[in-house]
């Protein structure tokens, strides 16, 4: 199953890895391992991908499922 960077970069349109590492000008070996979580971006590059993506940088660096505000929580 693909990781959040996975889809947020399909939902900004780019369908391969090729096309987003063309894009952020780096390397698509670079691409792959940041959507499998081997390395993160960095502050530099994670702009870029928010800009490329139209998304925040929240939404690189935070995994879709890390808050529980719609969760009941039970005492």
Known sequence: MANHLT???????F???KEAAKS???SMGMVYQMEQNIKQPSPKLAIKMAKSYKCTLE?????LNTT??????QQ
């Not at 889809?7 to 349109?13: D, I």
């Not at 939404?59 to 995994?63: Q, S």
């Not at 529980?68 to 929580?73: A, G, P, Q």
């Open 7 to 13: 889809m947020l970069r399909k939902k900004a349109g």
């Open 15 to 17: 369908k391969t890895a």
């Open 24 to 26: 952020l000008s780096i």
């Open 59 to 63: 939404d690189i660096f935070l995994p």
């Open 68 to 73: 529980n505000c719609d969760k009941t929580i």
